[in-house]
């Protein structure tokens, strides 16, 4: 059974909700990310990671907060190779999102 690490991340932005729940689903699709699925009802984003050294899927949950807007983030990557030794996969794949996302 592979070993499964996760690594959570909050953050707040300024700007209403249905600004940044399309803005998320973008971030990840342009940085790479496969089976992006959004939920309105829910207000969350999911997707896959896959490249050669990391292999993880991302969970991306967006909350009002008065005039901003809360993200949490959730990262949970195979950690049981021998190149997440070498750097965390789960930090690899908050670093693509935050990148993608301009944050």
């Known amino acids: 059974m592979?070993?499964?690490?996760?690594?959570?991340?909050?953050?707040?932005v300024s700007g209403p909700l249905d600004a940044w729940l399309p803005r998320c689903k973008q971030a990840l699709e342009a940085t790479g990310f496969s089976h992006v699925r959004v939920s309105d009802i829910l207000h969350q984003i999911t997707g896959q990671y896959r490249t050669w050294t990391v292999?993880?899927?991302?969970?991306?949950?967006?909350?009002?907060?008065?005039?901003?807007?809360?993200i949490d983030v959730e990262a949970v990557?195979?950690?049981?190779?021998v190149f997440a030794l070498f750097r965390s996969p789960t930090k690899r794949i908050l670093a693509e999102f935050k990148r993608g996302l301009g944050v």
Do not use: L, M
Request: proline share 6%; aromatic share 4%; with cysteine.
């Open 2 to 12: 592979p070993v499964r690490r996760s690594h959570q991340e909050v953050f707040t």
């Open 77 to 81: 990557a195979a950690g049981h190779h």
């Open 55 to 70: 292999c993880g899927e991302i969970e991306i949950t967006v909350h009002p907060s008065g005039d901003q807007t809360r």
